[in-house]
């Protein structure tokens, strides 16, 4: 079984400045995939950015990239000049073959 | 760009009685799941679906909750009896191949038990 634990339940930056996630996961799998996905006041389910297991090298969408371990299980999110917009839900989500786990969310604040 | 819809948007029933929520998946994706959000809570997977039929369901998805696809366009999420509890955000999503990147989602249907 697959857990995620979000140890942060709230963070809050300044607009423009840098701000990390941090999740960590446990997985039975070999093969894997790890998403990010944000969540607006709205409720809608947006994917951020995407990690294949396999790969070592940590992926990059504009201003989000990760770091993540995989000896450590951990993945975690940086997000570089913090936008108002970025505010929201964030979900770290393993997934296997098929299913999301998610993570219990850290709710990002942006201060202007 | 092609997206999954869902309605209603939001759906008020009371306990006891059967709703049937509504997805249409992208068209070509094979692969289609159901998850809620309780309030306040984590996104949690109730069911995925294949080749018109279960592959997987979680111990949420028990004798009250049925999916189907009917016409080889819509996938819905039926709940025989609600309870409370049922109240939450219902999101469907599909997924083109098993070795795709990325599950798109639905706006999600509110459900409230009254």
């Known amino acids: 079984a697959q857990t995620v634990t979000q140890s942060q339940p709230e963070m809050s930056v300044q607009e423009a400045e840098t701000v990390t996630l941090s999740c960590t996961y446990d997985t039975s799998e070999s093969d894997y995939y790890l998403f990010w996905y944000k969540q607006p006041p709205s409720r809608q389910m947006i994917l951020v950015i995407r990690?294949?297991?396999?790969?070592?090298q940590n992926a990059t969408e504009n201003r989000f990239s990760v770091n993540f371990q995989k000896a450590a299980k951990s993945f975690s999110l940086k997000i570089s000049d913090s936008q108002l917009g970025d505010a929201a839900m964030y979900f770290c989500?393993?997934?296997?073959?098929?299913?999301?786990?998610f993570g219990q969310g850290t709710r990002l604040t942006i201060n202007p | 760009e092609p997206e999954v819809t869902q309605t209603p948007s939001h759906q008020v029933t009371q306990m006891g009685q059967e709703v049937i929520l509504r997805c249409v998946p992208i068209s070509n994706h094979l692969y289609f799941y159901w998850y809620r959000q309780i309030l306040g809570q984590k996104v949690e997977f109730l069911v995925s679906?294949?080749?018109?039929?279960?592959?997987?369901k979680s111990e949420i998805f028990d004798d009250q909750f049925s999916v189907e696809r009917p016409d080889g366009s819509n996938f819905t999420l039926k709940i025989r009896s609600t309870k409370l509890e049922d109240s939450a955000m219902y999101f469907c999503a599909s997924m083109d191949r098993e070795a795709s990147y990325e599950q798109y989602f639905g706006p999600g249907t509110r459900l409230t038990v009254t």
């Open positions: 679906f294949y080749n018109n039929e279960i592959s997987e």
């Open positions: 990690q294949e297991a396999y790969k070592q």
């Open positions: 989500a393993p997934r296997g073959a098929q299913k999301l786990v």
